[in-house]
């Protein structure tokens, strides 16, 4: 009896598993999703954390790869019902080349749906984002998100091996926060290296759409739960990611975590005018190039940071909750209450 319920227990992969969402994501299915019998972990870096995960039920295979090669991806997508595509770049500071992010975002994920074409896997959810309906333009980071989501939806249908039709479909969360987020991290040591004090650049009407890392992870889970059985309905979709966090400007809605960290946003208005934030971002840029050779200079302030700092994202929807039943796992409070709780602990700020 046990054999034949066990054979009906299915095997999960998630590229990018450990990564800022891919470990939440993983965290996840590992205790939300009782039809696991293994979950595939693929990842070009893997972390210490996955031992730790080896001693439960569920079979956790650990698998070092790189997306961008064919073979490997195959390898790991092969038997796999559901394919969770985390794995990408996004890097908003420039220090990755465009032809790099490009490889891996696009020819990434066209490996990972060719694979799933070749060995059968019929399922497959992309981590899209956002930012790819923003204001993008060639050589934007998120321009080849915008890309590999084309991919994945137009490869709805295909047929796989087997003859059965593959069934795609897209998330797209907005800027994610929570446990692991570096930008956060990074807003955090910048504000004791300056006497815990961070200086307003952006003015506090430019309302932002954020989303807590455990609801982003918690819709990955249902739509790779829900895309079997409702598949005419969610193949091909994109799903915008949203929970119920407050929209506030980027820099007051960090506060909301770094404040009760000990840290202080100081101006109610930017305390610098909006040509010199540009002159400054301008000048990051430059000496970037400059000292490339000599080290990476990444700040958070440049042209293209400012100008997302300073663009509006918001999100009006309901159609993941129409189509598959999502609710916000976490409330505010919870989301609230865990991101301070890991600043707190991880950056050994408790007060
Ligand atoms: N962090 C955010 O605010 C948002 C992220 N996203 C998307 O979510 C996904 C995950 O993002 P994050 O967790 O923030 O990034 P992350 O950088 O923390 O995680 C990405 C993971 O992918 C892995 N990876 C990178 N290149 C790889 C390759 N060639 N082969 C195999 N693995 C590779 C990395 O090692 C890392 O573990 C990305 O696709 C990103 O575009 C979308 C919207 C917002
Ligand atoms: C120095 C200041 C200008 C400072 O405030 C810069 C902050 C900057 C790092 C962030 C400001 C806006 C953020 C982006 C925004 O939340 C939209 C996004 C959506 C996504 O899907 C991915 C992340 C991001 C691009 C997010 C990245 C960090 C900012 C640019």
Request: contains cysteine; proline residues 5%.
């Amino acid at each position: 009896m046990a054999d034949s319920a066990q054979a009906q227990k299915l095997v999960y992969l998630v590229t990018g598993g450990c990564g800022f969402l891919g470990e939440h994501v993983v965290r996840m299915l590992l205790q939300q999703e009782p039809q696991l019998r293994e979950l595939r972990i693929f990842d070009l870096h893997l972390g210490p954390w996955l031992e730790e995960l080896k001693t439960g039920p569920v079979q956790v295979t650990a698998i070092q790869g790189d997306v961008t090669q064919a073979h490997e991806v195959a390898a790991a997508v092969a038997g796999a019902h559901v394919v969770i595509h985390t794995a990408g770049l996004v890097d908003v500071f420039g220090k990755t080349s465009p032809e790099t992010i490009h490889e891996v975002n696009v020819q990434g994920t066209r490996n990972v749906i060719e694979a799933c074409v070749q060995t059968g896997t019929r399922f497959l959810v992309y981590t899209s984002s956002m930012e790819v309906v923003g204001p993008n333009i060639k050589g934007q980071p998120f321009y080849s998100k915008a890309l590999a989501e084309q991919l994945v939806l137009e490869a709805n249908g295909r047929k796989v091996l087997g003859g059965l039709p593959l069934v795609t479909c897209a998330l797209r969360p907005t800027g994610i926060y929570g446990e692991g987020h570096q930008i956060m991290r990074d807003f955090y040591h910048q504000g004791l290296r300056l006497g815990g004090r961070l200086f307003r650049a952006i003015p506090a009407s430019v309302e932002h759409g954020r989303v807590y890392v455990g609801n982003v992870a918690w819709m990955h889970v249902l739509v790779a739960r829900e895309l079997e059985h409702r598949a005419a309905l969610m193949g091909g979709q994109v799903y915008f990611c949203y929970d119920n966090s407050p929209y506030k400007s980027y820099e007051d809605f960090n506060m909301e975590f770094l404040g009760p960290c000990g840290l202080r946003l100081v101006g109610t208005r930017p305390l610098l005018p909006y040509w010199l934030l540009l002159f400054l971002a301008a000048l990051n840029v430059l000496l970037q190039w400059l000292l490339r050779p000599l080290l990476l200079y990444a700040p958070l302030l440049n042209p293209y940071t400012l100008a997302m700092a300073n663009t509006t994202f918001t999100v009006s929807t309901d159609k993941a909750r129409r189509h598959f039943g999502y609710e916000p796992l976490f409330s505010w409070e919870e989301s609230r209450t865990r991101t301070i709780r890991w600043v707190q602990a991880v950056e050994g700020s408790a007060q």
